[in-house]
């Protein structure tokens, strides 16, 4: 993706710092999506089994490779293990349904996708019994499992979703191969400098999700008179300054602190205003004016685990 920076792994990998998030990217209309995004050089493709789009990402990735718009080695393609998957013994056929589904022969990266816990048959709890607890399931026999799947050769790297320092930290205490990236809600909202910078000191790699402050998440998510993100005023103010939309002061912020990004959207402009975002370079001003704006707001809380009668809460959830 010319212009965009890229991330180094140790054995020379490297993954974009700008990526397409496909949360909430309809079926029937996700497949387009992704083919206009690797049309315009996007070249990261943020994906989850439980999205349940990855069969139609799937065709638009395989019709891109053999048209030679992109090569394999060049696109970076990323999945997450649902809660229902972990057991050891489902780690590796879940992780192969999604390679079926993408047509593809490894992911770049796998991540847990929650430090959550559920039977085999549930998707989504209705109620607290739907529920494993992590002293039943524990995460490490779910990490051993990961890290065979980087032996086979089915994933190039391993990494963890909405996982607290505490827990990162537990994995790595008998983990072979260590987490190498976070996925985290990360915004001028919920900047997250501690666990930013516990991950820096452990060389694991970190990727913001829902970084405009996720707008067109579910409704069942929403919170009557929450602060609007895109609607802040000194957001608006730099985008103002720069030229540029909210959206992409919000992109280059998260790029300039070194972590990548993956705003999703199914507009073909909104796709192109995003890739732009990386030509905008914000000064120590703005980054200090948008540092002063932490609420430690999550858009995302993990509520809908800490259902009654659920193991989980929300304060253990983040360990907060």
């Keep these: ?46 994906c989850a089994h439980v ?23 060049d696109l970076w393609v990323t999945s997450k293990l649902w809660n229902n998957a972990h057991a050891r013994e489902d780690v590796l056929p879940a992780l192969e349904n999604t390679l079926n589904d993408l047509g593809l022969e490894y992911l770049d990266l796998y991540h847990i996708h929650w430090p959550v816990a559920q039977p085999r048959d549930v998707l989504f709890p209705q109620s607290g019994q739907d529920l494993v607890a992590l ?23 391993i990494g963890v979703s909405n996982f607290s320092a505490k827990k990162i930290e537990h994995l790595r205490e008998e983990a072979r191969v260590a987490p190498e990236v976070l996925q985290v809600e990360l915004h001028p909202y919920l900047q997250q400098n501690a666990l930013l910078e516990y ?37 608006i103010d730099i985008a103002d300054r720069h030229a ?25 402009e909104r796709l192109r205003e995003n890739r732009a975002a990386c030509e905008h370079s914000l000064s120590v001003a703005d980054m200090d004016r948008i540092g002063s ?12 685990w800490a259902k009654d009668g659920s193991p989980y809460s929300v304060k253990e959830l983040w360990d907060e």
């Design 1 to 46: 993706m010319t212009g965009v920076e890229s991330h180094r792994f140790d054995n020379g990998d490297t993954m974009p710092m700008l990526g397409l998030g496909t949360w909430q990217s309809e079926p029937g209309v996700v497949a387009g999506v992704v083919a206009d995004a690797i049309g315009l050089g996007y070249r990261h493709i943020d």
């Design 51 to 73: 999205y349940g789009n990855e069969a139609e990402i799937g065709p638009a990735i395989t019709d891109a490779l053999a048209d030679g718009v992109v090569s394999r080695e």
């Design 135 to 157: 002293e039943e399931r524990p995460l490490r026999e779910t990490w051993q499992a990961m890290e065979v799947a980087v032996e086979r050769g089915l994933t190039r790297h």
């Design 199 to 235: 991950c820096r000191s452990r060389g694991m790699f970190v990727t913001a999700y829902s970084p405009l402050g996720s707008p067109s998440r579910p409704e069942r998510l929403v919170v009557e008179g929450e602060p609007m993100l895109l609607e802040d005023p000194a957001v």
């Design 244 to 268: 540029a939309t909210p959206g992409q002061v919000l992109i280059a912020w998260a790029l300039a602190r070194g972590t990548s990004v993956i705003p999703k959207t199914v507009r073909p």
């Design 293 to 304: 704006l932490d609420r430690h707001r999550r858009y995302i809380t993990g509520d809908f």
